[in-house]
């Protein structure tokens, strides 16, 4: 192919790459909130567990909104990631040989998984620990005892009950705790609906310092670790990519185990707030990600991949 026909062949590919995401945008839009909704559950459940005010706030007037976009963006990259790199590789299979495309159909399908399952292990693992001890830690800082003393024996005090839920249909004036929310709540009337009108007012700690996120800083830090997440559970993979391209022999992996298991703790600590906790819930499974991958290595050499495939590629097998 000339110059000018790769041009074309070039914004072919980018042009039916870039059409289907417009309505995947369109979709991942009206699943924001949802998808926020989720994302936040995670700090407003230990800010609730250590007596926080268990809501995130959005200091300007657009800051949710915003985010809802900053989510479907990341979301319609991520989920269209398989048909961008398919419209990727229906410009390079062309050119490339056999066993090259062999080594290219393990390693994407594989990045792809392993990027997922980082990001996963970040919500569910990483995530609760983290906002844990950063809760704790403000807390004891500057915690005030309050003083205790026998009250006056006039002293009438009001009988409020605790509850795990809202009650079904309380009366106009009613009062009560929820517990599952640490909240103080009153029924101020009924709608045209008969559906009751409550409002409550959060229930906190003797905490020294009062917490409450910003929607959009917490959102923002969530994708930037959620990036570092996806990169660093690619370790088998550059791995594999090593061994196959020849710069590393899986016995130099074996000599360099120690060198490798720091740079694991290293990185742990630039991925994640350098907390005890979380560097060493990251730094061992990115250690057991790099065994993982010598092992593939050993079992998937590069000879064994490629086989008798030697010859050019032909664009009729892209």
Not at 18 to 36: D, K, S, Y
Not at 96 to 104: D, G, N, T
Request: glycine content about 8%.
């Amino acid at each position: 192919m000339s110059f000018g026909d790769h041009l074309d062949e070039l914004r072919k590919r980018l042009i039916w790459a870039v059409l289907p995401l417009i309505p995947l945008l369109v979709t991942a839009f009206f699943l924001g909130r949802p998808i926020l909704y989720a994302l936040i559950a995670p700090a407003r459940e230990k800010l609730a567990a250590h007596g926080q005010v268990p809501r995130l706030l959005a200091t300007a007037p657009f800051e949710t909104f915003g985010t809802v976009i900053h989510i479907a963006l990341v979301v319609t990259v991520l989920v269209g990631a398989p048909w961008l790199l398919y419209q990727l590789w229906r410009f390079i299979a062309p050119g490339l040989y056999v066993h090259e495309r062999r080594f290219v159909r393990i390693l994407v399908p594989m990045s792809g998984v392993l990027a997922m399952v980082g990001v996963l292990f970040l919500y569910f693992v990483i995530l609760p620990v983290i906002l844990n001890f950063f809760i704790v830690f403000s807390n004891d800082i500057g915690g005030s005892r309050v003083d205790q003393a026998a009250p006056p024996p006039e002293t009438l005090f009001v009988k409020v009950p605790v509850l795990a839920a809202d009650p079904v249909a309380p009366e106009v004036g009613d009062a009560w705790v929820n517990s599952s929310i640490n909240q103080w709540r009153v029924c101020l009337g009924v709608d045209a609906d008969g559906v009751p009108k409550i409002s409550g007012t959060e229930l906190i700690g003797q905490a020294g310092i009062v917490q409450q996120y910003r929607v959009s800083e917490y959102i923002k830090t969530f994708l930037n670790m959620a990036l570092g997440f996806g990169a660093g559970f690619q370790m088998p993979v550059v791995v594999l990519l090593l061994g196959w391209l020849g710069i590393v022999e899986p016995k130099d992996f074996g000599r360099f185990r120690k060198h490798i298991c720091a740079a694991c703790f290293v990185a742990s600590a630039v991925l994640t707030p350098a907390d005890p906790l979380s560097m060493l819930l990251l730094a061992v499974p990115l250690y057991a990600l790099f065994e993982f991958g010598v092992l593939l290595l050993r079992i998937l050499p590069a000879e064994r991949v490629i086989g008798s495939a030697r010859e050019p590629a032909d664009a009729g097998d892209a």
